[in-house]
Each structure stands twice: as structure tokens, then as C-alpha cells.
């Protein structure tokens, strides 16, 4: 990858926040849509446009040389996990109050950092135990173990989050041999093929009868939403965008009220506070061993 293109941090950060703000667009469109159509189908339209908008993109880059992989296990590992994420956060999306839904599926860098320690063997110190400790303060006092009046679409968003988990780390294992766009043409096909057999089981919805604006553009934005995460990490580092995530959480909490009259309790409140913050301490000392290792490496070349 080209160090000029990773010299343009600012071009990055702002086709991140289009990525942040096109899930934030989704969430909402899901929510309203589930009332007419079925999770299922939701799904199926936002699989089919972002896999249309992949294949047309490979074509660009190079063809079907870039579909070649030896890692056939590993990439069903990461497309059945991302299946799973994705339509555990529609269900919650559309049952649950979409500040507190958001907050959850953000918790994930929680479990990825537990995840890693077996799957890429990587060690953890004691300030982010700490952090992975309070941000699971925050989980359990949104998801209130327990008590009857919390809706079950909660422990769909935090189903989601693990599962969004496994994703990560397993793109990690697969970025170093499998093309990034390879990676999403399997996974975008085949929650097409399985979200398709599911709608047409199930029945499809009277309200494909005529054509809905809101589906029509629930497929657009999620092919921009793809195509800006993609091209964003060309222009920065993964951890200077990472905190960007976190910009959902008070877009979900705007679009909740202004749409829905939703307004989270106090609890759910503190509990999304804690995860946001627990969120930002792990991006810290990300940031931090980051910038070691970086001085370790001119104090070295400085002495050759």
C-alpha cells in the first residue's frame, strides 16, 4: 500500500464518519422497514445490493484472478460469523430501543480482545483487563440479566457483538492472504443465497407488491456503507478510525427520539457511557504500544 495514501489521515477519517453514518441510516431503515417486511428479506436486499456493487468493483480492480484462495475454511468461518452478526443486530435494530441496540453491537471490541488471546495468541495487560471489565459493567446494566420488563432484542444486539467479534479476528487472519474484496464477494454471495431461500421458505411480505423508496435505498446505502469502509483504511490507520465507531451512539440516540420518541433510562444511559468509555481506553493503548513500537523502530534505524 502506498505511504502518500496513508499520508492523507484527514481524507480517511472523513469517508469513515460517511461509513459510520451510512450504519447509523441502516439501523434506522431497518427499524421502520421491519414493521412491512420481514427480518429475512431486509437481509436479502441488503445482501443482493452490496454483492452487486462488489462484483461490479472486482471487475475493476482485476477479475476473478482476485476470488483465488487456499483459506476456503477460515472464509466460511468469517462469512457465517458476519451472517450471524448482521442479522442478530437487524432482529435487535427492530425489537429493542436503537440507542441501547447500538450500544451493545459497539461492545464488541470487548470480546474481540478476549477472542484474540486464543485464535491469534496475543497477550493482554492489565489496563485492558480493566477495560474490558468496565465495558461489561456497561453491558449488564443494559441488558439488566434478569429482570422481566428488558426486551429480548437486547441479547440479539449482544449476540451480535460476539459474533461481530469472531469477524474481526478472523479478517485478521485472512487480510494477510485473501484480498479484502475476495473476502466480501464470498461473504455478500452467500448471505444472498441463504437470505433469498429463507424469504422464499418463509413467504415474502404483500408489500412487494409495489416498489418501496425506503428498501430501494436500504440496498444504496449499504453498498456506499461498504464501499467507504473499504476505501478508508487506504488513506489511515485502523486504530486512528476506530473511535469513529463510536459516533453511532449518539446518532442512535438522536434518531430514536426524533423519529420513535425513544429515550434510553438512566441505566441504559450509564451502561452506554461505560462501554463508549471502556471503548476509548482500549483505543488508547492501542494508540500507545503503537507509538512505542514506532520510536523502537527509528531509535534502531538511527543506530544502523
Request: one cysteine or more.
Amino acid at each position: 500500500m502506498s505511504s502518500q495514501l496513508r499520508d492523507l489521515p484527514l481524507r480517511g477519517i472523513l469517508i469513515y464518519v460517511v461509513n459510520t453514518i451510512c450504519f447509523s441510516v441502516i439501523s434506522l431503515l431497518v427499524k421502520e422497514l421491519s414493521i412491512q417486511f420481514s427480518i429475512s428479506e431486509l437481509l436479502l436486499v441488503r445482501f443482493f445490493c452490496t454483492f452487486l456493487g462488489m462484483a461490479l468493483l472486482i471487475q475493476f480492480k482485476g477479475g476473478f484472478p482476485l476470488l483465488r484462495t487456499r483459506k476456503a475454511l477460515d472464509l466460511a468461518i468469517r462469512t457465517a460469523s458476519g451472517m450471524i452478526a448482521i442479522a442478530l443486530s437487524f432482529v435487535a435494530f427492530s425489537g429493542a430501543l436503537l440507542a441501547d441496540a447500538t450500544a451493545l453491537v459497539f461492545s464488541a471490541p470487548l470480546f474481540t480482545l478476549l477472542l484474540s488471546i486464543p485464535v491469534l495468541s496475543e497477550r493482554i495487560n492489565r489496563q485492558k483487563i480493566f477495560a474490558v471489565l468496565t465495558g461489561f459493567l456497561g453491558v449488564v446494566l443494559i441488558t439488566r440479566p434478569g429482570f422481566n420488563n428488558v426486551s429480548p432484542a437486547l441479547y440479539a444486539a449482544l449476540g451480535s457483538a460476539i459474533f461481530f467479534s469472531i469477524v474481526t479476528v478472523w479478517l485478521r487472519r485472512l487480510n494477510q492472504t485473501v484480498h479484502p474484496l475476495a473476502i466480501s464477494f464470498y461473504y455478500n454471495l452467500t448471505g444472498t443465497l441463504v437470505f433469498f431461500l429463507w424469504s422464499w421458505s418463509s413467504g415474502w411480505s404483500e408489500a412487494w407488491s409495489e416498489i418501496h423508496g425506503m428498501l430501494l435505498l436500504l440496498g444504496l446505502i449499504g453498498i456506499i456503507q461498504q464501499v467507504m469502509l473499504s476505501y478508508s483504511f487506504r488513506f489511515a490507520e485502523a486504530s486512528l478510525l476506530a473511535p469513529f465507531d463510536y459516533l453511532s451512539l449518539p446518532l442512535a440516540l438522536v434518531f430514536g427520539y426524533w423519529f420513535w420518541n425513544e429515550f434510553p433510562d438512566w441505566l441504559s444511559l450509564v451502561g452506554s457511557t461505560i462501554i463508549l468509555f471502556s471503548g476509548m481506553m482500549l483505543m488508547l493503548q492501542h494508540w500507545n504500544l503503537d507509538l512505542k513500537k514506532k520510536i523502537g523502530e527509528e531509535s534502531t534505524s538511527s543506530h544502523e
